[in-house]
């Protein structure tokens, strides 16, 4: 099967070991045969936005190509979120391990379950920033805007900083350095 439909999935984290959670996380993904793991941001670290009373977040963005459908990926992410001990408690709270569907090809998605564009990336400093490093020319025809259309507009831009650049090969399968 060709893993032929390009996904970009943000990956956060805020509790325990956050980078041991970003890995994980990475780690089965490439384990699928249904999916490549194809570019990945640096991390960053990130204050919560939403609830604000708790630790700062890890945050990064994968690109990545899959045989799966929209709904198929979904249950195979939050899989991955539940083994990785995430509760569901505080809306918008801590977390051991989070991965939203930011884009599904170009596709506007609306289930009950599943909405793609990622209603609220738009906002996001912690998701507008790494995914403009993974694909600086990426346009939004939903809102017919440009990655760097929506990055100048940003409000919360700060609260983000750079952590860690790119994993490495010895860490992450990645051969970018
Ligand atoms: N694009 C998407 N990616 C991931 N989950 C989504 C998406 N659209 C809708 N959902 C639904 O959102 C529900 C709640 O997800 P979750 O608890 O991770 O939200 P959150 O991360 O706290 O908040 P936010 O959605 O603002 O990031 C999930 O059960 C899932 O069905
Ligand atoms: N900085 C930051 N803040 C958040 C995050 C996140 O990943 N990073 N995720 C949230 C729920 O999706 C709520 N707030």
Redesign the pocket.
Known sequence: MTNENTVYL?M?SNMGNRLSFLKYAAKCMKEDVNISLTRYSSIYETAPI?YTDQENFLNMVIELKTSYSPLQL?SR??KI?DNAGRE?NI???P?TL?????LYNHEN?KM?????????MFERGFVIIPLREVNPVLYFPSIEKSIDAVYEQLRDKEGVYLWKKPFGEEEFGHSES
């Open positions: 943000s956060g939403g979904l992410t939050q979120q569901y809306r918008w709270g977390r989070d991965l939203d569907i930011l998605i009950e379950q599943l909405i793609v564009p990622h209603p609220r």
